[in-house]
């Protein structure tokens, strides 16, 4: 029993570690749905895979407050202790990222310039017979 409760506050560890990481990307693309549901998804498949292991399928409560505890102390010591760390770094990256976007869109305007000058001259007509043979005539 000793060992199955060291190894659900482990696993809740893990899962605290888990959301800890997955901080990161939720403050940069400011999308938290998506990184929560990530976790959650995550989190339950190894709530479930770890009551599957250690308890053949049973659900005791006894393990789901360890696995809950082991969380919460990876998440109050070690959340709190990366938090402005991860803020920082994200608020570099969002500046990165808008630099990176105006050089993207100076690339894409001129793809598009490039584009709508070929495309101008595709559609001078021809001016001739019905197979489209004779000189070109501008518009």
């Known amino acids: 029993m000793a060992e199955n409760i060291f190894y659900a506050v482990l696993a809740g560890g893990a899962l605290g570690l888990l959301f800890d990481f997955l901080r990161l ?3 940069i693309f400011n999308d938290k749905f998506f990184f929560d549901f990530l976790f959650w998804i995550i989190s339950a498949f190894t709530v479930f895979c770890y009551l599957l292991i250690f308890n053949s399928g049973g659900i005791r409560m006894i393990y789901l407050f360890f696995i809950l505890l082991g ?8 959340g709190y202790a990366t938090k402005p760390i991860h ?10 990222a808008k630099s990176l976007k105006k050089v ?3 690339l894409y305007n001129i793809y598009y310039n490039k584009k709508a000058n070929v495309k101008s001259f595709v559609k001078k007509k021809f001016k001739g017979g019905k197979n489209g043979k004779g000189s070109r005539k501008e518009e």
């Open 25 to 27: 990307p939720r403050l």
């Open 87 to 96: 803020t920082a770094i994200a608020k570099k990256l969002k500046i990165w």
């Open 71 to 78: 969380f919460l102390l990876v998440t109050f010591t070690l």
């Open 104 to 106: 993207l869109q100076k």
